[in-house]
T-cell receptor, first 116, second 112 residues
Framework: GAVVSQHPSWVICKSGTSVKIECRSL??????MFWYRQFPKQSLMLMAT?????????EQGVEKDKFLINHASLTLSTLTVTSAHPEDSSFYIC????????????FGPGTRLTVL | TQLLEQSPQFLSIQEGENLTVYCNSS?????LQWYRQEPGEGPVLLVT?????EVKKLKRLTFQFGDARKDSSLHITAAQPGDTGLYLC????????????FGQGTELSVKP
């Protein structure tokens, strides 16, 4: 299957700082990437859809000014958590959509964010 | 409102037992994916089903898509401790920009 990388795999930061997470599709072009948040032993919660060259579409209840998404190329999307607070601590996962194969999404390994 | 109901949400069984996980919806899906996720990692795609009534097998795992493409099941035969993990079903609908609707997940624990 297609490979999606995510960096960093974990990050610890102080409250009030901003954290950038990168998501890359390594062997295919992804016009659409998705950002999810996941709490322990729960399913994935979609935060936003990132389309290359256009503004991201955010799900209801997700603050676009807090979770900045940039999809500058066909293989890279970034999520920046601005002014992070302890309640933002979570497991963030990106996925890239392969349009050629029935809308399958291939997931990155996730980023564990801990805000102190 | 949960658009894709997955059950059971927790399952603890002994090695060698069989199990079935269900995903049900009132909506029609153009395709449905099953993923397996281990702690601290991203979900890994197991299978995609697209045709009503389709059955796919992956070693001891059997996946079925309902005739009306509204439901799906995952059956594991002779479960092994290595099958332990979070199983997720996710459906795609037409004209949704590729968004997936996820079930609640099934946390499976297989004890030796």
């Amino acid at each position: 299957g297609a490979v999606v990388s995510q960096h960093p795999s974990w990050v610890i930061c102080k409250s009030g700082t901003s954290v950038k997470i990168e998501c890359r599709s390594l062997d295919f072009q992804a016009t659409t990437m998705f950002w999810y948040r996941q709490f322990p032993k729960q399913s994935l919660m979609l935060m936003a859809t990132s389309n290359e060259g256009s503004k991201a579409t955010y799900e209801q209840g997700v603050e676009k000014d807090k979770f900045l998404i940039n999809h500058a190329s066909l293989t890279l999307s970034t999520l920046t958590v601005t002014s992070a607070h302890p309640e933002d601590s979570s497991f963030y996962i990106c996925s890239a959509r392969d349009k050629q194969t029935y809308n399958e999404q291939f997931f990155g390994p996730g980023t564990r964010l801990t805000v102190l | 409102t949960q658009l894709l109901e997955q059950s059971p949400q927790f399952l603890s069984i002994q090695e060698g037992e069989n199990l079935t996980v269900y995903c049900n919806s009132s909506s029609v899906f153009s395709s449905l994916q099953w993923y397996r996720q281990e702690p601290g990692e991203g979900p890994v795609l197991l299978v995609t089903v697209v045709t009503g009534g389709e059955v796919k097998k992956l070693k001891r795992l059997t996946f079925q898509f309902g005739d009306a493409r509204k439901d799906s099941s995952l059956h594991i035969t002779a479960a092994q401790p290595g099958d332990t993990g979070l199983y997720l079903c996710a459906g795609a609908r037409n004209n949704q920009g590729g968004k997936l609707i996820f079930g609640q997940g099934t946390e499976l624990s297989v004890k030796p």
